[in-house]
Every structure is written in C-alpha cells, then in structure tokens.
C-alpha cells in the first residue's frame, strides 16, 4: 500500500470555487490526505461542511485559530504538495509578491512543497500586464501554472480564463509529485531545475484512436482510448511545456488549456500533424493510427437488404504520419512514435520494434505491447502501460511499467 502524501488544496474566491470539490474527492480517492484552506471569499461560493466531508478533514480559513499549535506555518511545513484552485488574479498577485495576510498566504509562505496553481478569471484580468507579469514570476521560480483553458466563463461570454478542468489539474498535480518524488527531493526549489525542465518547448502530441467512416452511421476503429496520449499532454504541460493536442476520438477529458485540434480519420489526423509539426520541437505520435481505410464510403447506411449474406469491404491503404513526419523533418526536430504489438515473446517483440524503427526513421520507437484476451487488456485502455524504448539504431534507452504518467515522463526525460 503506498504511504498516504498530504496535500493541501487552498481555494479562494472565484466562482470556479465549487469545481474544487471535485479536485478534492479526486486526491481522497487517489489515497492522499488532503487538507483544505479556503479563504472567506472562497466560501462564498462553496460551503465549509461540504469541504470537510469531502476532504475528510477539517477546512481552515482563519489565521488566528489554532494559535497554540502555530497552524500558518505547521500546515506548510507538512505539506508534500500545495494546489491553489481556483487561483484568482488576486491571490496570484499576492502570491507572487509573497504577501501573507491570510493563512493560505502565510501556509504558501512557511511551505517548501512544489506548489500547483490553476488560474481562474476573466479574460481581461488573464491578459491584464499585472497578472502576465504576476504569473511569469510564478513560474520563474518553478511553481506550475496549469490553465487556464479558453471556453466560456461566468456571465455569457467566453474566452481565455476558464479554470482548467479538474481531472486535469489533478494529473498535472500528480504528475509534478511523481517528478519530485523521483528527483529524490522534496522542495519547489527540486521542481524548479528539474521539474519545469520543458518550459517553452513545443511539443505536438497524437492521442486517441482512428476512425474510418463505412457509411454516416458505421466506422471501422480501434481500442485506443488516448489514456497514455492525454498523460503525456499532462506531463508536459506539467513540466512547462507548451502543447498543441490532435486528438482523435479520445475517451478521456482533453485538458482545455492546450491547444487541441479534434480529428477522427486517418487522412485527417495526417493533414492535422502535418500542419501542426511545422512549428513543433517535438513530435509525438501516440495516436493508435488505421492502416487502412474503406475505399469508399456509402452516402446510405449499408442495407442487408443490398448486402446479403456476405459483405466484402475493400481497404486502401492510409498514409503512414509518422513516416512522412519523420522524412520531412524540420532541422532539430525530435520525433518519437509508439509500437503497438501484441507480440508476447520479449525478444521477438524488441525484434519487431527494431524492424519498426528502421522503417519509420523516428528517433525514438516507445514499444508497448497492446491486447485484449478473455477479460485481460494491456495498453489500450487501461491505467497502467509496460514500455520499451529504442533509439535510432535499435538500442533500448529505457524501460518503465506504471502509471501512464509515469510512462509518460519516462518518454519525456528523451528531450533534450
Ligand atoms: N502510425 C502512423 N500512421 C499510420 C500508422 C501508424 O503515423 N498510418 C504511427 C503510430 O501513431 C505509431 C507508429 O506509427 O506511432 C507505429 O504504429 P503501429 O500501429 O504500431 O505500426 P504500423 O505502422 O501500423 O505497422 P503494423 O501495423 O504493421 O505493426
């Protein structure tokens, strides 16, 4: 069993307050202890008894209770990670000027654990020189900002300030104590050089399964649901990277605060990467990619009637993305594909990978075996994932079996 962490999830004032119930139950769910503080203006909008029987603990909000026990600086000092969501442009202003006039800001203060923010207001405010300049302190000094996404916001209008959603924010929070806790320290200062290592690099992320249109209501597809696809997005941007998503069919959120473009065919995901890799630094095609499509695509639905008994598709072949990126490569540019095989023999399947390899001229090949047998599935899908990766010349770089986060990370660690 792993040892429970304690995370602390400060809220403040902003309408998006009652999405941080959800933030909550998350960690619970996940094993960690979590503690709340909330300021008055964040329980304006979500309820202290709601908070407490979520998290499990008790909610503080004042400064001034729990004197004896000098709470403003105790509940820093045991915090393996703080996440402050909502963030509002205020408490981001008086975070990054390292104000404490409340307990969050003297726990923030007190603290050494990485510290996670999910930003939350109007555009306005977003775009406002003060919170650009507010928020690039933030992260000079290493804490992560997560969002916020473009989408609508409080009144009727809509635009860049929406609060990221939740499960994102989470993994982006794990992802963060994940990479802490495997540069062996434990401080913000740790996430600073090693953490945010990704800070400004483009990267170009594939995720999910493609589909390929039979007729307006059938398609032939695949078991990707885009899990380890979409924990790649999370690691990176955990990691400060900036993220341009193609995603296809996925069956998991999509983080709102990397630009992402909505594809479901072959020949679309291929014009989709093509023009997006233009002005990518990386390339990742985690995407679970149709070979072959149907050579025609009825305008009806297909009838039994028509049919019979027997019903023969004819397939043509799609482009292979991966190949034509990794033949067209800008000067630099680092390009990492996935081998989905259901090879079972460990030698065998590192001898497919290396064959894969050499016809897709990546520099990297991310080898996981993928199947679905009587009741057991592995790699699509589910949670976890057993990765080999191999360079150019076919020589294993590096192994991981875990989380899809960890995995992720573990691909990631090949930018340089
Ligand atoms: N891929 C691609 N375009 C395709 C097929 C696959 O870009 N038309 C990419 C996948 O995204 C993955 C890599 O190529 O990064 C390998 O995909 P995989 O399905 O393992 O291999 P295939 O090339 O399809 O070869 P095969 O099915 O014969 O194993």
């Given at each position: 069993?792993?040892?429970?962490?304690?995370?602390?999830?400060?809220?403040?004032?902003?309408?998006?307050?009652?999405?941080?119930?959800?933030?909550?139950?998350?960690?619970?769910?996940?094993?960690?202890?979590?503690?709340?503080?909330?300021?008055?203006?964040?329980?304006r909008f979500v309820g202290k008894p709601t908070l407490e029987?979520?998290?499990?603990?008790?909610?503080?909000?004042?400064?001034?209770?729990?004197?004896?026990?000098?709470?403003?600086?105790?509940?820093?000092?045991?915090?393996?990670?703080?996440?402050?969501?909502?963030?509002?442009?205020?408490?981001?202003?008086?975070?990054?000027?390292?104000?404490?006039?409340?307990?969050?800001?003297?726990?923030?203060?007190?603290?050494?654990?990485?510290?996670?923010?999910?930003?939350?207001?109007?555009?306005?405010?977003?775009?406002?020189?003060?919170?650009?300049?507010?928020?690039?302190?933030?992260?000079?000094?290493?804490?992560?900002?997560?969002?916020?996404?473009?989408?609508?916001?409080?009144?009727?209008?809509?635009?860049?300030?929406?609060?990221?959603?939740?499960?994102?924010?989470?993994?982006?929070?794990?992802?963060?104590?994940?990479?802490?806790?495997?540069?062996?320290?434990?401080?913000?200062?740790?996430?600073?050089?090693?953490?945010?290592?990704?800070?400004?690099?483009?990267?170009?992320?594939?995720?999910?399964?493609?589909?390929?249109?039979?007729?307006?209501?059938?398609?032939?597809?695949?078991?990707?649901?885009?899990?380890?696809?979409?924990?790649?997005?999370?690691?990176?941007?955990?990691?400060?990277?900036?993220?341009?998503?193609?995603?296809?069919?996925?069956?998991?959120?999509?983080?709102?605060?990397?630009?992402?473009?909505?594809?479901?065919?072959?020949?679309?995901?291929?014009?989709?990467?093509?023009?997006?890799?233009?002005?990518?630094?990386?390339?990742?095609?985690?995407?679970?990619?149709?070979?072959?499509?149907?050579?025609?695509?009825?305008?009806?639905?297909?009838?039994?009637?028509?049919?019979?008994?027997?019903?023969?598709?004819?397939?043509?072949?799609?482009?292979?993305?991966?190949?034509?990126?990794?033949?067209?490569?800008?000067?630099?540019?680092?390009?990492?594909?996935?081998?989905?095989?259901?090879?079972?023999?460990?030698?065998?399947?590192?001898?497919?990978?290396?064959?894969?390899i050499s016809r897709k001229g990546c520099d990297f090949l991310?080898?996981?075996?993928?199947?679905?047998?009587?009741?057991?599935?592995?790699?699509?899908?589910?949670?976890?994932?057993?990765?080999?990766?191999?360079?150019?010349?076919?020589?294993?770089?590096?192994?991981?079996?875990?989380?899809?986060?960890?995995?992720?990370?573990?691909?990631?660690?090949?930018?340089?």
């Open positions: 069993m792993k040892t429970p962490r304690t995370i602390i999830v400060g809220i403040t004032g902003g309408i998006a307050a009652y999405k941080a119930v959800n933030i909550v139950r998350a960690f619970v769910l996940n094993g960690d202890s979590v503690h709340v503080i909330a300021t008055p203006a964040a329980l029987a979520i998290s499990r603990n008790p909610v503080h909000t004042d400064l001034y209770e729990g004197v004896a026990e000098v709470r403003h600086v105790a509940i820093g000092q045991g915090a393996d990670l703080i996440v402050v969501a909502p963030a509002t442009a205020n408490s981001i202003a008086k975070i990054a000027a390292g104000l404490a006039d409340d307990l969050l800001g003297n726990t923030i203060l007190a603290s050494t654990a990485p510290l996670v923010i999910a930003p939350a207001m109007h555009t306005e405010m977003w775009n406002n020189p003060a919170t650009v300049a507010n928020v690039a302190v933030l992260r000079s000094r290493g804490i992560t900002i997560v969002g916020p996404g473009v989408g609508r916001l409080t009144g009727t209008d809509s635009g860049a300030g929406r609060m990221e959603e939740p499960e994102t924010i989470v993994a982006v929070a794990l992802a963060v104590l994940d990479r802490v806790a495997s540069a062996g320290e434990q401080s913000r200062e740790a996430v600073a050089s090693a953490g945010q290592d990704l800070t400004g690099r483009r990267v170009l992320i594939s995720a999910g399964g493609t589909r390929e249109p039979l007729d307006p209501v059938r398609f032939l597809g695949n078991r990707s649901s885009g899990k380890q696809g979409v924990a790649l997005v999370q690691a990176a941007l955990a990691r400060g990277a900036s993220v341009t998503l193609i995603a296809a069919n996925l069956e998991v959120a999509v983080p709102t605060s990397v630009t992402t473009i909505l594809v479901s065919s072959a020949v679309e995901m291929h014009e989709a990467m093509t023009l997006a890799a233009d002005s990518a630094e990386v390339v990742i095609m985690a995407a679970a990619v149709a070979d072959y499509r149907p050579k025609t695509v009825q305008l009806g639905k297909i009838k039994k009637a028509d049919a019979g008994d027997t019903l023969t598709l004819e397939l043509v072949k799609n482009p292979d993305i991966l190949a034509g990126l990794a033949a067209s490569r800008k000067p630099g540019q680092l390009i990492i594909g996935f081998a989905a095989e259901t090879e079972t023999d460990a030698d065998r399947l590192l001898a497919l990978g290396r064959d894969k991310v080898v996981n075996r993928v199947g679905h047998t009587s009741g057991a599935t592995e790699g699509f899908g589910t949670e976890r994932n057993t990765v080999t990766v191999l360079d150019r010349h076919g020589v294993i770089v590096n192994e991981a079996s875990g989380s899809k986060m960890s995995v992720a990370n573990c691909i990631l660690d090949l930018i340089r």
